[in-house]
């Protein structure tokens, strides 16, 4: 009996959790809802900045390479001379190249090639009117008669031979640029053989 009164002189201690009520429940659920868009617009906005960048990158690559429009080059190849008529005439057979360094093709004009020894015009040729593709080299072979009477003792012909073409290029029928190209070729001839030496371009 002690033992029961001694009991009942103490009540039971609550709960130590409380069971939540439906408000609670909801304001809780509210918050997690609120943190999750959250996180779903930052994913967004991460997700866009990225692409962005992504395309700020292909742009640039575009315009540095594309888009960057080069001079083409020209050149003399596979010169060769042949005797004519023992006058001192010699026919000068070689091919030009016309180097095409873009994403466009390069379309010029006729220009007149001058052939020199030292300052005096020996010969002349045409380089027609022509179009060179989008990275590569276009190729017109030409034929000339040449004077060496103006040449020296030596047996050796220097010769120059200078051109100039103009031109566009053109870059996916939008761009038209023009541009220029500069040929300044030297070589050297001898006579007694009649074999070209020493061929170079700029």
């Known amino acids: 009996m002690a033992a029961e009164k001694y009991q009942q002189g103490y009540p039971l201690a609550p709960a130590s959790v ?3 009520s439906d408000e609670e429940s909801a304001a809780f659920r509210t918050i997690d809802n609120d943190e ?3 996180k ?4 967004c906005f991460v ?5 962005a960048v992504f395309q700020t990158i292909i742009i640039l690559v575009f315009a540095l390479t594309v888009m960057r429009i080069k001079t083409p080059k020209v050149r003399l190849g596979d ?9 001192g005439e010699f026919r000068f057979s070689a091919r030009v190249l016309v180097r095409n360094r873009n994403f466009g093709h390069y379309k010029f004009d006729d220009a007149i090639a001058t052939i020199k020894s030292g300052d005096v015009t020996i010969g002349q040729f045409v380089i027609p009117e022509s ?7 276009k190729r017109l072979n030409i034929i000339t008669d040449i004077n060496s009477s103006s040449g020296n003792n030596s047996g050796v012909l220097p010769l120059s031979v200078e051109a100039k073409l103009q031109g566009k290029v053109h870059i996916m029928k939008v761009i038209k640029r023009k541009k220029s190209a500069d040929m300044n070729c030297t070589m050297s001839i001898n006579l007694a053989t ?9």
Not at 40 to 43: A, F, G
């Open 79 to 87: 010169v060769s001379i042949g005797s004519t008529n023992g006058t």
């Open 18 to 20: 409380m069971p939540r």
């Open 36 to 38: 999750l868009k959250k």
């Open 131 to 137: 179009r060179a593709k989008a990275r590569s080299t």
């Open 47 to 51: 997700y866009i900045a990225l692409f």
């Open 40 to 43: 779903k617009r930052l994913k």
């Open 194 to 202: 009649n074999v070209v030496q020493d061929l170079n371009c700029n």
